[in-house]
């Protein structure tokens, strides 16, 4: 059971003052001699709708053979090394339609795909092909509306928007990665043909093109252990085919990056996190035509995450404070939290968010979107 008092400077918002949901989930894990069967799945109840909606997480099959490992189905692998921040995490979609509010697991999307893994020179080498494309799902109406979307929507709030379908084998993808650790390394190399999970945004008379550009991404990540502190780093090119970035119909390449370390400190359990992730738009320089896709984009997006960690009581009680900054903007979400468990069965979670800075930024956006929340779940 999850409930969510919205707040904001005059009290409670006007619109959602107290969302209750009520959720099942049920997991499924088969081991067999040869095979695995594993599945999971979740059914919410949403006040005031007659029928309770129901979600597959993931649903795959594992088979063992003698030299590598077959997995079919509905997965959400994370590529990468940060701490719920990455850069070259591209396999599966996001879904933002409570914004960044879930952790990153939760936003993830299964996609269907079939994926090889095979031991290889003491690393792992993992080949996945995905059949259909699912882009992002980026919501156009309700509370958490993007701050892109709204301004388009400002912009031209009678067009028609359209949007390019992709669930089709023409819009499959390929990736691969291969993982190895080398002394206190743990190194990898990613490489991904398909497309871009984020719309590229075109604007004519009375309609607006959502499509979907291809892409080929190569990415690094890395992480390491150093006494009481662990360092990790990630970094993808994502390479387009406007290679010169004068096209106007295809959105420029881009460089993506994440950077930190957390380390333990010598008071209680304490734990400090910190991150920081940033996009840079390649030849943005060629960008001379005002009809370009990407005509109003910036240069660089960076985003500062810090956050401090603690665990009492045999690690029953887990207090949390997390802050993400908007370098460019200067605007932050602040999300303070504590978790508490109860004879391994009983949940209990607390939790806040709060936004603030510059209205014209990723999170000041939502500066009368502040809300407490308070949720319980029951392990069986």
Known sequence: MNTRYAVNDDGFSSNEELLSLAELRLDMDYRGRKTDMLASGRIQQ?????????????????????????????????????????????????????????????????????????????????????????????????TWVPRDVAELQALFPTYTTVEEQTADFSHSSLAFRFTRSLGAFDLGGIYYLGYYRQPTVSVSPGIITLSYDRVNMVGLHGATAAGRTTLRVEAGWYATEDYQGDDPEVRNSEFRWVGGFDCNLPVSRLNINIQEAGTLLLNSDAIENSQDVQADARTTENMLILCLSDSWNHDTVTPELSLIIGLEDRDYMLKPSITALFHDELEFSLAASIFGGSRDGNFGHFHTRDFIELSFSCHF
């Not at 594992?62 to 959400?76: H, Q, V």
């Not at 269907?112 to 259909?132: C, H, Q, R, S, T």
């Open 46 to 142: 949403v006040p005031g709708e007659t029928f309770a909606e129901g979600r597959i997480d993931e649903a795959y099959m594992r088979y063992y053979a003698r030299y590598f490992d077959l997995e079919i189905g509905y997965m959400k692998p994370i590529w990468g090394t940060g701490d719920k921040v990455h850069a070259v995490d591209i396999l599966t979609p996001m879904d933002y339609s409570d914004f960044i509010n879930p952790d990153y697991g939760e936003r993830k999307q299964a996609e269907a795909m079939i994926k090889l893994n095979i031991p290889a020179n003491d690393g792992l080498l993992e080949l996945v092909y995905l059949p259909v494309f699912t882009p992002d799902t980026i919501p156009w109406e309700g």
